[in-house]
T-cell receptor, first 116, second 117 residues
Framework: GDSVTQMEGPVTLSEEAFLTINCTYTATGYPSLFWYVQYPGEGLQLLLKATKADDKGSNKGFEATYRKETTSFHLEKGSVQVSDSAVYFCALSEGYSGAGSYQLTFGKGTKLSVIP | DTGVSQNPRHKITKRGQNVTFRCDPISEHNRLYWYRQTLGQGPEFLTYFQNEAQLEKSRLLSDRFSAERPKGSFSTLEIQRTEQGDSAMYLC???????????????FGPGTRLTVL
């Protein structure tokens, strides 16, 4: 079945440091890939997505590229801020043209703490 | 519309009691999903509805779990005879899925945190 493996946390960085959170996946077909973020006390929010190979998703300075050859979708940000402190989840879903469940399969999450 | 809402936000119950959670999706969304999240883990899919039809329920954790979406609007998740292992955050998400889409963006509610004593 589908699975997502992401970098174990927690990760602690100083403000303005470079961030990478690794994510690899196993899927039977051609999934869409997502990064969700959960800020303290809040619900899950979609951060960025990519729906096919070589797509780059980006939002709020975060980027991730869908790499089919390495089955990876690593999250990067060039300069983190204290406000980026949160738990980040890599996820995939499978479905095509409206058919299928499109259920999300999540990794375990990586907690990021950014210190001033 | 203010997004997906879930009630209650917290529920404490004694082992063996039944509990029911409610999810109100974004109004025009035709899909509704339930997930469970335990401490230190990512959310785990339980079941989903397309309008009022429950299209997948094999991933419900046991026959003590059931879900309904009677009129294709709000949904309820019931756990009968709760056990301590049921303690978790229960998340609801909704989406709009039309023909020809390549992905399905799900919008999550804040969750209901269940504690079974």
């Amino acid at each position: 079945g589908d699975s997502v493996t992401q970098m174990e946390g927690p990760v602690t960085l100083s403000e303005e440091a470079f961030l990478t959170i690794n994510c690899t996946y196993t899927a039977t077909g051609y999934p869409s890939l997502f990064w969700y973020v959960q800020y303290p006390g809040e619900g899950l929010q979609l951060l960025l997505k990519a729906t096919k190979a070589d797509d780059k998703g980006s939002n709020k300075g975060f980027e991730a590229t869908y790499r089919k050859e390495t089955t990876s979708f690593h999250l990067e940000k060039g300069s983190v801020q204290v406000s980026d402190s949160a738990v980040y989840f890599c996820a995939l879903s499978e479905g095509y043209s409206g058919a299928g469940s499109y259920q999300l399969t999540f990794g375990k999450g990586t907690k990021l703490s950014v210190i001033p | 519309d203010t997004g997906v809402s879930q009630n209650p936000r917290h529920k404490i119950t004694k082992r063996g009691q039944n509990v029911t959670f409610r999810c109100d999706p974004i109004s025009e969304h035709n899909r509704l999903y339930w997930y469970r999240q335990t401490l230190g883990q990512g959310p785990e899919f339980l079941t989903y509805f397309q309008n009022e039809a429950q299209l997948e329920k094999s991933r419900l954790l046991s026959d003590r779990f059931s879900a309904e979406r009677p009129k294709g609007s709000f949904s309820t998740l019931e756990i009968q005879r709760t056990e301590q292992g049921d303690s978790a955050m229960y998340l609801c998400a909704s989406s709009f899925l039309g023909a020809g889409v390549s992905y399905n963006e799900q919008f999550f509610g804040p969750g209901t945190r269940l504690t079974v004593l």
